[in-house]
C-alpha cells in the first residue's frame, strides 16, 4: 500500500497478491500459446506485451475518455477540488488529477496506474443528486481504491480479459498465418479459440471476485477516513435508487466501466451474484451500519 493514513486492509493485500499471480501465470500461459500458434514469437510478443503496456500506460487517459470525462482545474469546479485537497489532507496520499462526466447517471471512478499517476472522476449526475457530506463519502471511498493500490491490479487484470477477448474475435488472423506455412491453419485456430475463451472466462472470474472484496475494503476505508459512514450508505442508497430510472441504452454504453464505478451501471437486481462486479447492496449497508456503531461505541 501506498504511503498514507487509510486503513491497511490485509485481506485485500492478500486477494490482490493472489490475483495477480493466477493472472501472472495465465497471462505467461496465454502468452506462450499465442506465440506458439500464430506461427510468429514476434508478432505473439508485440501484441501480448504491447497491448499490457497499453492499458498500463494509458490506463487512465483511456478510461476517463471511455466516460468523456474532462479534467478540471479548482477554477473551474472549486468544490470539488476543496474535498479532494481535504481528504488527500486527511489521508496524508498525492492528489490525484480530478474529472467530471457530463453524464446524468449518477457515479464515480477513480484509475492510474499508481499513486501518483492517477485520477478521480466524477458525473454531473452524482453531483446533482448528492449533499456535500456524502458525495466526500464517495470522494473518500474512490481515494481508497487509489491507496491500496487495488486500481492498477484491476487495469492489469482486465488488460489480459481484454486480449483474450480480442483473440476470440479475431484468432482466424492466427490460424491464417499457420495456414500459409504449414496448411495447419484450422486446427491452430481452434486451439487458439478454445484457449482464448478459456483465459477470458478464468480473468473474468478472478476480478470479480476481487472487484467485489475491493468494493467493500473502499467502504470501509472511506467511511473510517470521514468518521461518517451514515453519509456514504446515504449516498449508495441514492445511487442504486436513481440506477433505475436512467434509460437501459445509456446504461448499456458505460457497463465497461462497471468494475471502476462505485455502484454498478445497472437497472434492478437481475445480474446474477457470481457476474456482478460490486458485492450486494445490502451486505454494503449492513457493513457501514456495523462501522457507525464501532465509532458510537470509542465517541
Given at each position: 500500500m501506498a504511503r498514507t493514513r487509510f486503513r491497511r486492509d490485509r485481506g485485500l493485500s492478500w486477494r490482490m497478491g493472489t490475483v495477480s499471480l493466477g493472472l501472472g501465470a495465465l497471462y505467461v500461459a496465454f502468452g506462450a500459446v499465442l506465440?506458439?500458434?500464430?506461427?510468429?514469437?514476434?508478432l505473439g510478443l508485440v501484441i501480448t506485451l504491447g497491448l499490457a503496456w497499453g492499458q498500463w500506460y494509458f490506463s487512465d487517459t483511456l478510461a476517463l475518455k471511455s466516460m468523456g470525462a474532462k479534467e478540471v482545474s479548482p477554477q473551474q469546479a472549486p468544490e470539488l477540488h476543496a474535498m479532494i485537497d481535504r481528504l488527500v489532507a486527511l489521508a496524508d496520499m498525492p492528489k490525484p488529477r480530478v474529472a467530471i462526466a457530463v453524464t446524468d447517471i449518477p457515479n464515480a471512478f477513480a484509475t492510474g496506474r499508481t499513486p501518483n499517476h492517477s485520477a478521480v472522476c466524477v458525473t454531473?449526475?452524482?453531483?446533482?443528486?448528492?449533499?456535500?457530506?456524502?458525495?466526500?463519502?464517495?470522494?473518500?471511498?474512490?481515494?481508497?481504491?487509489?491507496?491500496?493500490?487495488d486500481v492498477s491490479v484491476m487495469t492489469v487484470a482486465?488488460?489480459?480479459?481484454?486480449l483474450a477477448g480480442f483473440i476470440t474475435r479475431w484468432g482466424f488472423f492466427f490460424g491464417g498465418g499457420n495456414n500459409r506455412n504449414n496448411n495447419n491453419g484450422g486446427p491452430a485456430f481452434i486451439v487458439v479459440f478454445m484457449v482464448s475463451v478459456l483465459v477470458y472466462f478464468i480473468s473474468f472470474l478472478l476480478t470479480r471476485a476481487l472487484s467485489r472484496y475491493r468494493e467493500l475494503s473502499a467502504d470501509r476505508s472511506g467511511a473510517y477516513l470521514t468518521g461518517r459512514p451514515s453519509k456514504l450508505a446515504s449516498a449508495l442508497m441514492k445511487i442504486s435508487g436513481d440506477m433505475s430510472r436512467i434509460p437501459n441504452r445509456d446504461l448499456r454504453d458505460v457497463q465497461s466501466m462497471n468494475a471502476f464505478f462505485i455502484a454498478p451501471a445497472i437497472s434492478g437486481e437481475s445480474v446474477a451474484a457470481l457476474m456482478s462486479t460490486h458485492p450486494a447492496?445490502?451486505?454494503?449497508?449492513?457493513?457501514?451500519?456495523?462501522?457507525?456503531a464501532d465509532l458510537s461505541e470509542r465517541g
Open positions: 506465440i506458439y500458434f500464430s506461427g510468429s514469437a514476434i454531473t449526475g452524482i453531483m446533482q443528486r448528492l449533499d456535500a457530506e456524502e458525495l466526500e463519502g464517495v470522494l473518500a471511498h474512490e481515494l481508497a481504491h487509489v491507496a491500496n493500490r482486465s488488460s489480459l480479459g481484454l447492496l445490502d451486505r454494503r449497508l449492513a457493513q457501514l451500519s456495523q462501522i457507525s
